[in-house]
């Protein structure tokens, strides 16, 4: 009686494919474009993905002085941090980290999407985040992703 074997293969460092992709975020709302780029560092969209293994690509994000938030966020979204004394908790609402510092509302929403251990600090490496249409990785001549078709 012959027997048909089923073997799982699991992705390690060395048979990854990574790539680079490029995603625009003008005018896309932030969390989704976030959750989309998540699963892209991920690697979830991948047939070989495996949990443990940083399988996802490169991805790089520009635009994102043009993005949106939906309904009143701008004004009631609050990011809140703590210096580490008594009396120290710092709240600053998106408008105003927006306006500071843009780049930071695509890190921090990506990086809440990402697993909270060594891997996801690994992955978050691979985010690379630009405010203009302009960045310094066209050598690696990224693959341009459609985040419209997506959501």
């Known amino acids: ?3 048909t074997s089923y073997k799982t293969i699991s992705a390690n460092s060395k048979t990854v494919n990574k790539e680079w992709v490029l995603v625009d975020a003008a005018n896309l709302p932030l969390g989704r474009t976030a959750s989309i780029i998540a699963t892209l560092l991920r690697g979830k969209h991948k ?3 495996t949990p443990h293994v940083d399988c996802g690509d490169n991805v790089i994000v520009i635009n994102t002085e043009k993005i949106e938030l939906t309904g ?16 120290g908790q710092r709240i600053i609402t998106a ?5 500071k510092n843009n780049i930071r509302l695509v890190e921090k929403a990506v990086k809440g999407m990402l697993p909270k251990n060594k891997l996801g600090a690994e992955l978050y490496r691979n985010l690379k985040v630009f405010p203009g249409s302009k960045h310094n990785h066209e050598a690696q ?5 459609d985040i419209n078709s997506r959501i």
Do not use: E, R, V
């Open 1 to 3: 009686m012959t027997k």
């Open 47 to 49: 047939t070989n993905f």
């Open 72 to 87: 009143d966020k701008w004004s009631q979204k609050q990011y809140i941090n703590h210096t580490g004394y008594p009396g």
């Open 95 to 99: 408008d105003k980290l927006h306006k």
């Open 141 to 145: 001549k990224p693959k341009i992703i």
